[in-house]
Structure formats: structure tokens, C-alpha cells
């Protein structure tokens, strides 16, 4: 593992990402495994180079490895890298080590969606920058930023426990990559129907019950744990009204395949 570049400490983001205990689950959860799979399936046949960036303890990577000729992962959490079996870099998506075109396919996963609006531009500036023919993009689809708000205990502040900024739909994915062009895409993962806004400014507003995470870090405060969930019964009450009427039920995850126009 090499550290080529200082990530910057925003609102605790290492804090949050260096807990040792996020990462190097050998069981993926059946979720995770699905994930995992449609991803490796997206890749185009006839890739050499691989660069996957936000790569976390290397559930992707690592597999990988006996795929392509050359394989990279970077990552801002040392303490997820040490669970890679590749080349690695402590480094920023904002900021990637590389030349350009350095990687045939840059594969990016469950990291935009992490990023504010100027890191999001920046992330994809870079991606765009040291990939030569094709950029891998997945994130949650048609996210409910407000849904997995939770509270913190000390300072109150409330935030996106898993610290997401970015919602992405299918719209927003037909322009993401500078320079390049989406030539496939495709959702996957559980189908759900989602919450409704009115739902969760019950849960939160009159039932005072939101999103628990025992390992979100407070952006505010640096608080770890948030409050636990209450009066869950009739949260789980304001949740089943959601089939009534029946309504579109929607995938976890958005993938796109984008290749150098
Ligand atoms: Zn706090």
C-alpha cells in the first residue's frame, strides 16, 4: 500500500471510514453477492487494466484479480485496504495517482453518492481523466436521502447515516462522465416499494423515530451512534400504508457503462 496523496478530513469522513469494523466481512451479506456479481457481469469482455476506485476492503477487487493483467485499488480508508489483494493507494477519488488514460476501465461503486456537489464534479473529472475506454458507475437508484436520516444523540444535528449526498436517477446518469457516452445501463438488487415523503416526515416529525446506525459519526459533532429508533410499531404502522394504494415498486442499485465518445 503506497500514500501517494493526504485525503482531506471533511465532516469526520475518516472517522466514519477508517473504523476497522466496516470493513473485511468475509460473509457478504446475499445482497452484497448480488451486487458483486452484476458488476463483475458489466464489465466489457477484453479489458486488460482495471483501476477500481473507492475500492473499501476490496469485496470487488480482490475478485478481479484473476480476471484482468492489471489491477488497482485506491481508497481513503487505509484500514479497508488492508484487506486487498492488489496493488492499493490511500487516495481521494478527487484526486487519483494516476496518469491519464493510465486504465482501460475505471470502475467506480457505491462512491458517488458519497460526495458533494464539488467533490461530485471533481470525482468525475478524474474518473473521466485516467480512464482510456470505459467507466463502470454504480449507485443507489432513486435514493430516499430523508429515509436513512438518523439523529445525533449529543448535538441533534440529523444527516444521512451512511453518509450520502447525491441522489441519482436515470436523467441525471445520461450525463454523468465528461467525455464519455452511456452505452448501458440497467438496475438491479431488491425491489421495494419506496418511501413516500410524507412517511418519513412522520417518522421523523411526529414520531420522533429515525434511521438507528450504531457506526454513523456525527458530521457536526463527531458523536458515534445514533439515537436508537423509537415507537417502531407504528413507524413500521406509517411504512405498510405504502401498498395501499400498490405503487411502483423500484431496484436498490443503478449501473451504467460508459465508454469514451
Ligand atoms: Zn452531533
Given at each position: 500500500m503506497s500514500r501517494d496523496v493526504v485525503?482531506?478530513?471533511r465532516d469526520g469522513a475518516l472517522r466514519y471510514y477508517d473504523q476497522a469494523d466496516l470493513w473485511g466481512d468475509d460473509e457478504l451479506s446475499a445482497m452484497e453477492r448480488e451486487r458483486v456479481a452484476e458488476t463483475l457481469a458489466a464489465i466489457p469482455d477484453g479489458v486488460a487494466?482495471?483501476?477500481?476506485?473507492?475500492?473499501?476492503?476490496?469485496?470487488?477487487?480482490?475478485?478481479?484479480v484473476a480476471r484482468h493483467e492489471?489491477?488497482?485499488?485506491?481508497?481513503?480508508?487505509?484500514?479497508?485496504?488492508?484487506?486487498?489483494?492488489?496493488?492499493?493507494?490511500?487516495?481521494?477519488?478527487?484526486?487519483?495517482?494516476?496518469?491519464d488514460r493510465a486504465f482501460e476501465l475505471v470502475l467506480c461503486t457505491e462512491v458517488l453518492e458519497h460526495l458533494d456537489d464539488e467533490q461530485l464534479a471533481c470525482a468525475l473529472r478524474e474518473l473521466s481523466r485516467v480512464a482510456s475506454r470505459f467507466v463502470?458507475?454504480?449507485?443507489?437508484?432513486?435514493?430516499?436521502?430523508?429515509?436513512?436520516?438518523?439523529?445525533?444523540p449529543d448535538c441533534r444535528a440529523t444527516f444521512h447515516v451512511f453518509r450520502h449526498h447525491q441522489r441519482f436517477d436515470a436523467a441525471r446518469l445520461a450525463q454523468l462522465v465528461p467525455g464519455f457516452?452511456?452505452?448501458?445501463?440497467?438496475?438491479?438488487?431488491?425491489?421495494?416499494l419506496p418511501p413516500r415523503p410524507l412517511d418519513v416526515w412522520i417518522q421523523h416529525r411526529l414520531l420522533g423515530s429515525w434511521h438507528h446506525s450504531a457506526a454513523a459519526v456525527c458530521p457536526r459533532c463527531g458523536h458515534r451512534?445514533?439515537?436508537?429508533?423509537?415507537?417502531?410499531?407504528?413507524a413500521r404502522g406509517v411504512r405498510a400504508t405504502r401498498r395501499l394504494p400498490p405503487g411502483r415498486r423500484k431496484r436498490q442499485w443503478?449501473?451504467?457503462l460508459y465508454a469514451r465518445a
Open positions: 485525503p482531506d478530513e487494466t482495471v483501476l477500481d476506485v473507492g475500492c473499501g476492503d476490496g469485496r470487488l477487487t480482490n475478485r478481479l492489471r489491477v488497482v485499488g485506491v481508497d481513503i480508508a487505509a484500514e479497508a485496504l488492508r484487506h486487498v489483494a492488489a496493488e492499493t493507494h490511500v487516495a481521494p477519488v478527487t484526486a487519483l495517482p494516476f496518469e463502470l458507475v454504480s449507485v443507489p437508484f432513486e435514493e430516499s436521502l430523508a429515509n436513512a436520516e438518523g439523529r445525533c457516452s452511456l452505452a448501458r445501463w440497467s438496475t438491479f438488487g431488491p425491489a421495494f451512534g445514533t439515537e436508537p429508533s423509537r415507537r417502531r410499531a407504528l443503478l449501473l451504467a
